[in-house]
C-alpha cells in the first residue's frame, strides 16, 4: 500500500503585484454548462456543476459543487458523518464557516476565503457542518480522482486559511488567489499534488483582462460565480455567472485569455489527466467494479477507515 501523495502547502504569504504575461494561442471555450440544481448532505441546497457524464472529458475531476444562500434552512443542516474512498476532496469557503470532523482524529473550521484539501485514500468518514445559524453560507467542494496507484494511500487532511492563500495583483488591477499550483511564479497553498492542480480564484473589479498560463496537456475548465467573462482570446466567447466553461485541449495552445466588462469573478481549474477507468458508486470511487464492491462491503462492515 502506498503512502499518499499529500498536497504540501508553501507557507507563502500574499504577494503585491505582478507584471503580466501573454498567451499566444489561448484555449477557447468547447462547450458551456449549466448547473443542476440539487440537495446533498442532510438537505444542503447547491447547484452541481461538474456531473458524472463529465467525468471522463474533465479527468481528473469527478464533480464540483455550487453553494450559495443567506436562507439558513438551505444549508443549517450540513453534511453530517459520511464516507469517501479513492479521491480527494477541495472545499473553498467565500463566505460563512464550516467545521470538519474525521474519522482520523482530524478536526477544523473553514472559514470565508479559507482552503481544507482531503486525501480519502483508502477511506475516511467525515462530517462538514455549518458553524453560523444565519447570514450568507457560499462556497465550492471539488472532487479530484487519484491514480490507481495512490487510491488505497493512507488518508491526508489539511487546512488552509484565507490568510494563508497568496494572491497578487496584476499591473491590470485583477486579483488571483492562487489556491492550488502556480501563477505568474506565485505558488499556490497548494504547491503540488498528484495530479499537477491548478485551482486559481479571478477576482475583476471592473472592467480588464489577464492571460493565464495553463499546461498544455492539462484538462481545464472556468465557472464563473459573478458578472460575466469573455473566455478564449480573440475569439472569444462571453460567459455568464453561474456557467462553465469547458476549455479546449488544444497542443499549440499555451493558455488562457480572459476579459472582463465589468466586476466580474471566477474560479479556474486544470488538472493532468489520469486515463484510467473510472468506477463511482456515491461516496465511492474505484477502477473496477469489484473495487468499488469492496468499497460499499468495507464500509457495511465498519473497516472502511
Known sequence: MS???????????????RGEIRVQRSRR???IVTGMPTQDGAGVKLVRVLTQDLQRRLDPFLMLDNFRSDDPNDYIAGFPDHPHRGFETVTYMLAGCMRHRDSVGNEGLINAGGV????????????????????LMEGFQLWVNLPASLKMCKPGWRDIPGAAVPEFVTESGVR?????GNAQGVAGAIAEGAVDPLFLDLHFDSAGSIDIAVPAGHHAFAYVYRGMLDIGGPSAEPVEAQRMAILETHPEADGLSVRARGASR??????????????QHGPFVMNTRDELMQAVRDYQSGRLA
Do not use: F, K
Open 116 to 135: 481544507q484539501w482531503m486525501t480519502a485514500g483508502r477511506g475516511i468518514i467525515h462530517s462538514e457542518m455549518p458553524e453560523q445559524q444565519d447570514g
Open 176 to 180: 488571483v488567489r492562487v489556491i492550488a
Open 266 to 279: 471566477a474560479i479556474l481549474v486544470a488538472g493532468r489527466p489520469i486515463g484510467e477507468p473510472i468506477m
Open 3 to 17: 503512502d499518499p501523495v499529500m498536497p504540501q502547502a508553501t507557507g507563502e504569504q500574499p504577494s503585491a503585484s
Open 29 to 31: 471555450v468547447e462547450r
